[in-house]
């Protein structure tokens, strides 16, 4: 139409211009061609609208859905991480209450078999006592008896043979 209006012939005086009555029908009927397709397109997407609506509240419900899931799983594997090093600290705890009574019970034994060493120990030394107290009661009748023969021995050098037969009957 623009272009019809530019290349009509114009008015002296007035500014109007002479418009080809033929031109403009035949724009008007295109117009009348066109809008009701523009129309029809328009109420397709007013049609549409709700559907992109719908599809679009759908697809944030699911957004949201999917969302809420998310944190539920981060809130979950915190709870399991957390539950996880409760466990880890309970079983430390366990172990040092293990070490600590296998500790406990490895001094009462080392202690025991101390004891049990000790009194072996003191078993053996009064057993080996009273075997030294025989030896040296050994030792001591072998002296006095290298002692008699000693002392005899000399007392017959110095008696003359009477004496010392003498002596022999003494004994």
Same mark, same amino acid.
């Given at each position: 139409?623009?272009?019809?209006?530019?290349?009509?012939?114009?008015?002296?005086? &007035?500014?109007?211009?002479?418009?080809? &009555?033929?031109?403009?029908?035949?724009?008007?009927?295109?117009?009348?061609?066109?809008?009701?397709?523009?129309?029809?397109?328009?109420?397709?997407?007013?049609?549409?609208?709700?559907?992109?609506?719908?599809?679009?509240?759908?697809?944030?419900?699911?957004?949201?859905?999917?969302?809420?899931?998310?944190?539920?799983?981060?809130?979950?594997?915190?709870?399991?991480?957390?539950?996880?090093?409760?466990?880890?600290?309970?079983?430390?705890?366990?172990?040092?209450?293990?070490?600590?009574?296998?500790?406990?019970?490895?001094?009462?034994?080392?202690?025991?078999?101390?004891?049990?060493?000790?009194?072996?120990?003191?078993?053996?030394?009064?057993?080996?006592?009273?075997?030294?107290?025989?030896?040296?009661?050994?030792?001591?009748?072998?002296?006095?008896?290298?002692?008699?023969?000693?002392?005899?021995?000399?007392?017959?050098?110095?008696?003359?043979?009477?004496?010392?037969?003498?002596?022999?009957?003494?004994?």
């Amino acid at each position: 139409m623009e272009t019809l209006v530019e290349t009509s012939k114009s008015v002296p005086v &007035r500014g109007n211009v002479l418009i080809d &009555r033929k031109k403009v029908m035949e724009l008007v009927d295109q117009l009348r061609l066109t809008i009701p397709e523009e129309i029809r397109a328009a109420e397709d997407v007013l049609s549409q609208k709700d559907q992109i609506l719908n599809i679009a509240q759908n697809d944030a419900r699911r957004t949201k859905s999917m969302a809420e899931d998310e944190f539920r799983d981060r809130l979950n594997q915190s709870e399991v991480v957390v539950q996880a090093e409760a466990r880890a600290a309970e079983t430390v705890r366990e172990a040092e209450e293990r070490i600590t009574r296998m500790l406990q019970q490895s001094e009462v034994e080392a202690l025991s078999r101390r004891t049990e060493a000790d009194a072996y120990a003191l078993r053996s030394l009064r057993s080996m006592e009273l075997e030294l107290d025989k030896l040296v009661g050994s030792v001591r009748k072998g002296i006095q008896v290298l002692a008699i023969q000693a002392s005899s021995n000399l007392d017959l050098r110095s008696y003359d043979g009477e004496e010392a037969d003498h002596a022999e009957s003494l004994r």
